[in-house]
């Protein structure tokens, strides 16, 4: 995998349709945690609150996948049924819109989540 030096330029590395989903990605974060530090790490855009990790994502072949941690995917996993996840990740299809509301609640509850550590 490429490395990046900005979120802008790892998105724009993108097809015009995938850029358009991690554009919406990225707002729906920053629109949500307008304090959030966005970086780059592990070779993808990545978002801190508090100088502590809040979401990370990074767009595949055939998803886009979100890095919320294991414990936000633990405690929404009735909700995360309809899609693949791992330990620390949730993967959603480029077939397919994304779920707004469903990633608005994780990012909320990933805010929720690194204010109490």
Known sequence: MQTFQSVDSYIDSFPKDIQMMLKKLRKLILDIVPEATEDMSYKMPSYKLNK????????????????????????????????????GTLQFSLEKPLPIELIVKLIKLRVLQNNKK
């Open 52 to 87: 502590k990790p809040l979401i990370y994502f990074a767009a595949w072949k055939d998803h886009i996948s979100l890095y919320p941690t294991p414990n936000a995917i633990e405690a929404l996993k009735e909700d995360l049924k309809p899609y693949a996840t791992g330990k």
